[in-house]
């Protein structure tokens, strides 16, 4: 091999890979002057694959994005030295989809449920919207911003569903409405889950739909079932009694039923920022919160079995890895952490990664688990510079991909809320609520 | 030597004698062989016995025998004789023909035997001194036993070696007959040599007569010689004879003076006054001390000499090849500096040891071993071996100095007015600040989100959240009221808490003296999140409250008001609804006042003191001296013990307060400090004041200058001076910088005209400028062609560069700050024509020295003409030479030009006063000047009057005495001056009255009085 020129350079690569489209191990020489288009030509007509499937490349840890030579000048590695490289199917580039316009400002979106939307808006309104972008219904269900909103997931396949919705007014609600865009819509409000005496900060259910967990700036975490009580639970204050009784009216029916808590974790020292179920097991519930605290409790009994402590790390939000066996948690060290679940109770626990964010990340969404093996290393985070990123935990010195929203408006606007689910992306903050298609494009939902 | 010197003496008698007399006297002085010649000198003076004996006694003294001796050890005694040697050298050769007869002559006489001619040498007749010739023994056998000669018919050998016959001996009767026949026969004694009886000489007899009869062997010896009288007799007696006087009484009575001394001794030693034995000191008890008892020194042990370094391979004088340096090496030692080579020899191969030469180093090497010794003692030396690192500060890990701000989280904006105030809720969750237009905001402190507005009339001075968790509440200052707002969505207990404490059911009794401050709430049952529900009104006139200040426990609120009486300050008790001022009057203005979180005290900041009080004894503590010049803020440390005090002055000050009321550690902040951005419009606008600003100053400058030498005009024009044409330019020079004000006024359409007029006239001011300075320079050259052509042809030249000058500058308005912007220059011509006027200042400059260089033989002004004339000239140079380089540095467009004006303006001032100077310089043919610079320097103390300049000039009729005078008069309206009356009065002062002598002495002091 006479390398006369720089062109001419060789490295000898191995190529990996844990897609569905494994190479033959084999040592290849590719010139040093090759990026990531040539490197995935390779890869295809190798493979010979019928249709062309768009890869990325992981040098450790990084993905190449400059040519190979230049990588290898760079980090200082001789051409001699064999490179494994680890190839993904690409993301194609995010495109926005549409835009949702707000009022006020978005503190949780959600897309979990097919072909709606869901926000919780500062305005305490929870809004339905649908595909078409058209605003299906404005629900007044909080008097205060409301914070967080989940679906609560039901086998039933009628139209109606049951959404908890967690505000400021120191109380969650359960709501039931039903899904149509005709004149049959509605919206009733069944229950109000009263524990907390600080603002919530998040309410989320379980995968079955049976079990809500509230999280609140008191430090509390309730652990509340989803089932209507037909009376009130907990007995009206006196002083809101009249106040009530004015707004809600002189209907008692109507009226929501107050609810109590079936178990109250007490263990967190500070605010709660957001309390989760495992999805594999729906009893166990890991929370985290500004106290630099990822806990997980044994829901049933109401005691924490697990505490992962972080060195000043007030966390923001938590959300489940598909594996199951990690948790990451965003603080506003603007850092997103990945601690593993299983480790053993210390008093520090370093982080297995950790993914630098330029300004304060506030929401973490986890690739849908209905997504191929292949995105399971797939995390969105947004942030508060209104820069929402895609993460390949496997790569974790720079996002995959990253797009602003709210590009219309000068200056970053906060990115509060980021929901992901089968290639769309939703996302909730100060500008409203954006679509976004990210993801494989042969998935995308028609809009 | 002394061998070698002794066989040469004998070779030299030889030759001396062989050889003859002429070259023997010629001998000694071709050669330096004093030696041989004061040898033969000594020879000579032993050999002879003349009269010369006596004259060199030392001579004398050596015989032959002991001159090798004597030569032998006395070589010294030889120098020191060689001289005097020299001398018996040429005596002796003047002797030489007395001297020979000396030796013994030989005779040549031809042998009987061989028929051959032989040396015969006369029987040597004995003398005096010579040895054993005093006897004439015949026998000279010498004291051997004779018996040995018994068998012999001899019995010796005499002198020549003749055998001495043994002389024939009778037997005993023939003894006894000659006893018979001869009488004197029994005085004859056996002679043991001769071996035969000798008869006694009668001294013989003699002596051995004395010696019998006991008597003095001598025959000389008289026994009875008579008394020599040395001292006795007459005239030889004792003038002062041994005293016979019996002893003193003093030699045995003990002597009183000395009992007198002994008492007194005797009596200081008993009143103490001497103390017998020296005092024991320390000293004296520790003179016997355990030696090794003492800590072992500090001191390091004196520095052993250095070892010399083991010679290695490569100092041998046969070294192994690998050691011999190559070509490259051994240049590269000799190029490089004696200190810098790594070894001071180069290595060099020898065949052998004998043909290594000798060490051409040596010298150097032991002067230099000597300059060590004497300049350098070995004394050790503390060499500074610090790592430059380890003076660097350890600065402390970033990561542990946690938490600190790295980042802008997020931003909450006030749009309408600017956010003075803000506070941070006890649970963290809320921040509510609040704004000059008088909104204040509520918010959450991690998601920013404001959920909460109430809106003011006024601004808001201070918000700060109540400190207690039981309830919730916020206080918001506006001008004279405060307000206790509640904040939305409390839990229905802290909610009703606070409404109970804010507005309570039951009024706590008001107080005995009733205050002037108001406390107004609404119900709690009327009571929303939306509107205050306790409002206290401070008394009119207090002013805004710019500081709120909450003790720990919620209950005491100190506010700080911006108004009149009693520094503002109040404290209010909120579960007395009642409010009062702790003081009744304060020093100084009270910045900031804060509780103590434990104890009673209170601090009060004014602008440079903190105070801090009991106010529960109500009295003053201690006053804290921070040396700040206005303190900002302020905080004390939750336990109490520590205060720290932040100032405007870009300090902070930590008091420990159990300490000292000087601060305990003083931080300072040290910003960086940023370069202007010269292309910032906010830099060119404050360019733009500026230059504005100084046209108008120059302006005020120029006419001032105007009025000043307005005579000079008025002289032209009323003709009075006759008309030269260079004159044109020094009226034209005032007159066209008057532009120069009237065009800032100037249309603001028309910006463009009015920067290009700036541009021209300011030119123009620089070309006359230049051009007078020429026709000075000219004059000083007496108009000499070659001077005036080379200037004249330059002179075009910068003409022709500025007249183009004036069309490049470019200029709008701005409707911002209402004045023109130059909005474009180009730099590059400016450059042109600001270097071409420098050239031509500098060439006109160094020909103004030359002349004046010239001059300098046959005038006494000269020193005063250049310093006046010279003065003018690099005015006006160092003035073009501003604009000039500003202009290459090229900040921006607006500085390219700014300092054009002032250089006109200088240069034309300059030029002007010269070419008037050469005026009077035509006029009178004598240079005469007016320091205008002591204009200002000469009235002492009175710089601020007024300061009136008459200038006259008087022309004397007399062609000889040409008087110029410049009188400054200054009025003095100071009455409080110290050294002049209460009056205001009249100082004149003659600046200069400078007077050429020739035959009529002109008198000054008359002048001055007679004006």
Known sequence: ??????????????????????????????????????????????????????????????????????????????????LEIEYIESVMPPQKMSSLPHEDWVSCVSCQEPNYFFTASYDGNIRIFDYAQSLLQTIPVHEA????????????????????????????????????????????????????????????????GSYLLTASNDGLIGFWDTSIPTTDEVALEEGTERKKRRKVGEDQDTRPKRKAPLNVLKSHTARVSKAIFVKSDNKTAVSAGFDSTVRTWDTENGVCTNTITASSKPFLDIAEL?????????????????????????????????????????????????????????????????????????????????????????????????????????????????????????????? | MAATEAGRSSRKRKTAVEEPLNTESTFPQNVGLEMESDAEG?????????????EFPEIDTRSDTEDEDYESNSEDEEEEDEEEDEEDQEETESEEDDDL??????????????????????????????????????????????????????????????????????????????????????????????????????????????????????????????????????????????????????????????????????????????????????????????IWNEEPSNQPAPLPAPKPRLPTHAESYNPPEEYLPTEEERKAWEETEKEDRDRDFLPQKYSALRLVPAYNQFIQERFSRQLDLYLAPRIQRTKLRIDPNSLIPKLPSPNSLKPFPVYRSLTVSHEKGRARCISVSPDGIWVASGDESGSVSLWETIVGKVVKKWKFKGKIGAVEWCPRTDVCFLVVTIEEQLHFLIPPNLPVAILKATQALLAPANMPPPPAVPSPVKWVSTSAAASTSDSPILTVSLPSGSGLPKQLAWHKRGDYLATVASGEGQGGVWIHQLSRRHSQAPFKKIKGSVQLVLFHPTKPHFFVATQRYVRMYNLAEQKLLKTLMPGIKWISSMDVHPLGDHLIVGGYDRKLCWFDLELSDKPYKILRIVGARKMVDWTSPTVITGEADVFGKLIFSLFGLYVWEIFQTSDFDWSIITGKRKFVWPLILSVICPDRLDYLSFGDNADRLHCTVYIRLLQVTGNLAILTASTSLMIRTIALWERQIRIVIPLCVLCLAHWVILCRGMFIVHAVYSPETKSCIVTFTDHVFLN??????????????CFTVTALWKQRTHSDLWRLLFQDGLMYFCLTFFCNAVPAILNVINLNPLMNVIATIPAATVSTIAS????????????????????????????????????RLAKRQTMSPAPQVMVTTDRIVVENYTPTSIGSAKTARKMMMDLEAMKEYSDTEYDRESYVAGS
């Open chain 1, 322 to 447: 598909p594996s199951g066996q990690s948790v990451l948690a965003a603080s506003t060290d603007r850092t997103v952490c990945q601690y593993d679940l299983r480790a053993a109770e210390s008093a520090t626990t370093a982080s297995v990664t950790t993914l630098h964010h330029s300004a304060t990340p506030s929401c973490i969404a986890t690739s849908p688990s209905q997504s191929p093996s292949s995105s399971e290393h797939q995390i969105i985070t947004g942030a508060y510079d209104g820069v929402v990123r895609l993460w390949d935990l496997r790569s974790t010195k720079s996002a995959v991909t990253s797009f602003k929203v709210w590009e219309a408006r000068t200056g970053g606007r906060k990115v509060l809320s980021v929901d992901w689910t089968r290639g769309v992306v939703g996302i909730g903050g100060e500008g409203g609520v954006e679509v976004w298609r990210v993801g494989e494009g042969d998935r995308l939902v028609p809009s």
């Open chain 2, 912 to 947: 002007c006063r010269l070419v008037m100077r050469l005026q009077e310089f035509n006029q009178t043919k004598a240079d005469v000047y007016v320091h205008s610079s002591q204009v200002l320097t000469n009235n002492n103390g009175t710089r601020g009057g007024p300061i």
């Open chain 2, 832 to 845: 042109v024509g600001f270097f071409a006027t420098m050239g031509f200042d500098f060439i006109i400059l």
């Open chain 2, 101 to 290: 007869h000396i030796f013994p002559k030989a005779k040549t006489v031809v042998s009987d035997i061989t028929g051959q001619p032989k040396r015969v040498y006369p029987p040597i007749e004995p003398d005096y001194d010579s040895d054993s010739s005093t006897e004439d023994a015949p026998n000279r056998v010498g004291d051997i036993p004779m018996h040995w000669y018994d068998d012999l018919p001899h019995v010796g050998y005499d002198m020549n070696g003749r055998k001495v016959l043994r002389p024939a001996r009778g037997d005993e009767l023939d003894k006894f007959l000659e006893t018979i026949d001869d009488p004197n026969s029994w005085t004859a004694a056996f002679d043991k040599k001769a071996q035969m009886d000798k008869p006694l000489s009668s001294e013989e007899l003699d002596l051995i007569r004395r010696l019998q009869e006991n008597e003095n062997p001598d025959e000389q010896y008289d026994p009875y010689e008579p008394t020599v009288e040395w001292f006795t007799g007459k005239g030889k007696e004792e003038v002062m004879p041994l005293s016979s006087a019996p002893e003193p009484k003093r030699r045995w009575v003990p002597s009183k003076w000395e009992k007198q001394k002994v008492m007194k001794i005797v009596r200081a030693i008993r009143q103490g006054r001497i103390v017998p034995n020296k005092p024991r000191t320390t000293d004296d008890q520790s003179r016997f001390y355990p």
């Open chain 2, 42 to 54: 000594d020879d000579e003076g032993a050999a002879s016995d003349d009269g010369e004996v006596d």
């Open chain 1, 145 to 208: 911003p409301s914070t967080s909103l989940t679906v609560i997931p039901s086998n039933a396949n009628s139209d109606t569903r049951l959404i908890a919705s967690a505000s400021h007014d120191l109380t969650a609600r359960l709501t039931q409405i039903t899904l149509s865009t005709g004149p049959t819509a509605s919206a009733r409000t069944l229950a109000s889950l009263h524990l907390h005496t600080a603002p919530l900060t998040s309410i989320t259910s379980n995968s079955s």
């Open chain 1, 1 to 82: 091999m006479a390398s006369t020129s720089n062109a001419d350079v060789s490295h000898p690569v191995v190529f990996t890979t844990q897609t569905a489209y494994p190479l033959p191990s084999q040592k290849f020489m590719i010139p040093a002057s090759w990026r990531r288009y040539q490197l995935s030509q390779l890869v295809n007509k190798a493979l010979s694959l019928e249709k062309p499937v768009p890869f990325d490349f992981l040098v450790r840890g990084e993905i190449l994005r400059t040519t190979l030579g230049e990588w290898c000048a760079e980090k200082g590695i001789g051409e001699e030295e064999t």
